[in-house]
């Protein structure tokens, strides 16, 4: 599945957040439904302008953006918390 036929990406909606083609519903709000174990039916049945291959399409999405996710460290600066939950810079 291409999920670029399903999810747009426009800096003039949501404030160019990933949202259904058509809908101002963002790939994060249906990934939050279905990781607050909503099925893709009730999402369907809640939610009447998205299809299952919108769903599908934001779940490819998704898997897409963190396969490409990477996180470098920066020489020389350790960032830590400390008890009270205070960043610092060691």
Sequence with gaps: MNWEEHIDINPEILVGKPVIKGTRLAVEFIIDLLAQGWTEDEILCNYA?????DI????????ETLK???????????????????????
């Design 49 to 53: 302008g998205i299809t299952r291959e």
């Design 68 to 90: 490409m996710e990477r996180i470098y460290p920066l020489q020389g600066i350790h960032i830590g918390l400390t008890q009270d939950k205070e960043l610092t810079n060691e």
């Design 56 to 63: 599908h399409a934001c779940l490819r999405y998704a898997s």
